[in-house]
């Protein structure tokens, strides 16, 4: 098991930024693939960011290239998304999640998952 906790989260202006920590504790963090993820209302969830076990592999959907940036500290058992430059359309609950293996695009495959914390950005 791994349980894992999403912090950071808030309102803020657009343009503004955000830092979003994920703390996992329970099995060897270091072993997971980790993703985050979100979803705004009435829409599906949607695969934002992951990273790999060492964190130097790292994946980003394309409407936040240049914007986000996912990183790990395998000896805190952190995960982080730092956000700039947000948008009204950034506007989601945001999760942590965790897998096995590599990082994957699809939330199905994801075992382990976060509370959510809410993002709102005002325009």
């Known amino acids: 098991q791994v349980q894992l906790v999403e912090s950071g989260g808030g309102l803020v202006q657009a343009g503004g930024s955000l830092r979003l920590s994920c703390a996992a504790s329970g099995r060897t963090f270091a072993n997971y693939a980790m993703a985050w993820f979100r979803q705004a209302p009435g829409k599906e969830r949607e695969f934002i960011a992951g990273?790999?076990?060492?964190?130097?592999?790292?994946y980003y959907t394309d409407s936040v290239k240049g914007r986000f940036t996912i990183s790990r500290d395998n000896a805190k058992n952190t995960v982080l998304l730092q956000m700039n430059s947000l948008k009204a359309e950034d506007t989601a609950v945001y999760y942590c999640?965790?897998?096995?293996?590599?990082?994957?695009?699809?939330?199905?495959?994801?075992?382990?998952w976060g509370q959510g914390t809410q993002v709102t950005v005002s325009s």
């Open positions: 999640a965790a897998k096995g293996g590599v990082v994957a695009g699809l939330s199905s495959e994801y075992a382990y």
């Open positions: 990273a790999n076990w060492g964190g130097l592999s790292t």
